[in-house]
């Protein structure tokens, strides 16, 4: 049975919008009913103004500081020239401009992210993906995570992670009013009351990181379209992320009772979709060939040699959590 064909691009970009409107808005309500339960309308707009205040001045955090916390530095053209060359030849098919910088991680995990928007736009890659993907592979990866920059996910995203702040911290600070002055707080609340109030503090943090979590699944099938158009290879991509499955740590349990099964991850827990889903949709595209424009020349002639970094040893020690930053790498 032959599969059905996928949404035009133009249907893509229109229903990813529509699915990101939907979920911030659900973010926002989320943040103002919290409020509200635990403090009344003064809460709301003080939560509200909060959140504002927020998005105001996450658009000046810059993309140094992000990488700063990475320990990342920018890969120059001699580190790694196919590499980079690859990088650049993609931001042009994808009619960036500034071309954003690409940056090394040195860390063994295997991830790349995009972050910043226009002339701060940015690409971080770790020493990990790096030494794992061939050129093919690693020429898919780049092109995803440009996608993201071309589709304004980073903003999109970076305004979803404030408002799901804001919900956690109205949840923290009606937590520690409630312990430390628990008879004001408590006053002229009936049982009822009281109780919702407990509800909110305890689950509308988990309510906001299950729609962010949603809101970044979301963006993924499109950017690994926009990968596959931007490289003219669906193969590459394919094979990138069955690798990177594989990698995918387990639990202890899994590994010594396990060791040849792995648990299914809950759709709802994930920051990305099934890894077989997104392959399937991929595959789709084989029968859409005009749509998939012809691969960039640097990458056509790649072979499937590594890529090196001159001068960066490999990292040998395993990632970690930094509790200064709050990221693991």
Request: glycine share 6%; hydrophobic share 45%; proline share 6%.
């Amino acid at each position: 049975m032959p599969m059905q064909p996928t949404l035009s691009p133009k249907h893509h970009r229109g229903s990813n919008w529509f699915q990101s409107v939907l979920l911030i808005v659900a973010l926002l309500i989320l943040v103002a009913f919290s409020a509200w339960t635990l403090f009344g309308m003064m809460g709301v707009y003080v939560a509200l103004a909060f959140t504002l205040s927020g998005l105001f001045f996450a658009r000046k955090a810059t993309t140094a500081m992000v990488m700063k916390m990475y320990k990342a530095q920018p890969i120059q053209r001699h580190q790694s020239p196919q590499l980079y060359d690859t990088f650049v030849a993609l931001c042009q098919r994808a009619e960036l401009s500034p071309i954003p910088a690409l940056f090394y991680i040195p860390s063994k995990m295997a991830n790349a992210f995009a972050v910043g928007q226009g002339d701060t736009a940015a690409v971080g890659i770790t020493d990990g993906i790096i030494r794992m993907m061939d050129h093919r592979e690693m020429a898919g990866i780049l092109a995803h995570e440009i996608t993201h920059i071309r589709c304004r996910d980073t903003s999109t995203m970076g305004v979803a992670d404030v408002i799901s702040r804001s919900v956690a911290l109205v949840a923290r600070v009606g937590f520690f009013m409630m312990l430390f002055s628990a008879s004001t707080f408590l006053m002229g609340r009936g049982g009822l009351n009281l109780l919702l109030s407990a509800l909110v503090m305890m689950g509308s943090p988990m309510v906001a990181t299950m729609l962010q979590l949603a809101l970044s699944r979301t963006r993924e099938f499109n950017a690994d379209r926009g990968a596959a158009l931007l490289t003219g290879d669906i193969t590459g991509l394919s094979t990138a992320l069955q690798k990177l499955e594989q990698q995918r740590p387990r639990g202890l349990f899994e590994m010594i009772f396990r060791p040849g099964n792995r648990r299914k991850q809950p759709n709802m827990l994930r920051t990305h979709p099934p890894t077989e889903d997104r392959i399937a949709a991929l595959r789709e595209l084989v029968q859409q060939p005009p749509e998939i424009a012809a691969p960039v020349t640097s990458i056509a002639s790649l072979g499937s040699s590594q890529f090196d970094i001159e001068e960066k040893p490999a990292v040998q020690s395993p990632p970690k959590y930094h509790w200064a930053t709050g990221l693991w790498w």
